[in-house]
């Protein structure tokens, strides 16, 4: 059964500083991942998505790294500001699963101080 | 703005009560799923309905069921609420040529 896990589960910058959050699977055999961005009590907004055969996906500031080998990924957020906080998740879709069936972490609580 | 929106934003209900969640999604999302998020944990997969039918079903009773309409609407039922089902229920629909998954903001059920 696959499984994501995030840690930290909680981080505070400074503003300005790069952000780096974690994620790791369980299961190589991944179809795709995506990250996504959560405020209080609210829905998610997707960041980046990666398909399992690239490496990397940026998109302004953000920068998310797949290494499947290993069961990692990384997203990487420059110049940290205090908009960006938020909780961040990442989700995997295990291949051979109908479309939908993204498997979560529980996310990284990050707060930016000015 | 992911265009999707769900109603309603909060509801409480008692133990015992059937509810009924909507969804809302933009032209061309043939797609939706539904999930469940505890406060703290990531959302958990309920199901998914491809062109009205499910297609896909998460580690869920019976009690949880769904419909998905031509106009690309749905709805998430709840039958016989137990306390343990308080939590946001998201829904999130996908256009037929992209892998990205659009949200809708939630909505807050709180089982008393």
């Known amino acids: 059964k696959q499984e994501v896990t995030q840690i930290p589960a909680a981080l505070s910058v400074p503003e300005g500083e790069n952000l780096v959050l974690n994620c790791s699977f369980t299961?190589?055999?991944?179809?795709?991942l995506q990250w996504f961005r959560q405020d209080p009590g609210k829905g998610l907004t997707s960041l980046l998505l990666?398909?399992?055969?690239?490496r990397e996906q940026t998109s302004g500031r953000l920068n998310a790294s797949l290494d499947k080998s290993s069961g990692r990924s990384t997203l990487y957020i420059a110049a940290s500001q205090p908009g960006d906080s938020a909780t961040y998740l990442c989700?995997?879709?295990?291949?051979?699963?109908?479309?939908?069936?993204?498997?979560f972490g529980a996310g990284t609580q990050v707060v930016v101080t000015p | 703005e992911t265009g999707v929106t769900q109603s309603p934003t909060h509801l409480i209900k008692t133990r015992g009560q059937q509810v009924t969640l909507r969804c809302s999604s933009q032209?061309?999302?043939?797609?939706v799923s539904w999930y469940q998020q505890a406060l703290g944990q990531g959302p958990q997969f309920i199901f998914q309905?491809?062109?009205?039918?499910?297609?896909g079903r998460g580690n869920f009773p019976p009690r949880f069921s769904g419909l998905q309409f031509p106009n690309y609407s749905s709805e998430l039922n709840v039958n016989a609420l137990e306390l343990d089902d308080s939590a946001l229920y998201l829904c999130?629909?996908?256009?037929?040529?992209?892998?990205?998954?659009?949200f809708g903001p939630g909505t807050r059920l709180t089982v008393l």
């Open positions: 309905y491809y062109r009205e039918e499910e297609n």
């Open positions: 299961d190589s055999a991944i179809y795709n």
């Open positions: 989700a995997v879709r295990p291949n051979g699963d109908s479309w939908g069936k993204f498997q």
């Open positions: 990666i398909q399992s055969s690239q």
């Open positions: 032209s061309g999302h043939n797609t």
């Open positions: 999130a629909s996908r256009p037929a040529a992209t892998d990205t998954q659009y």
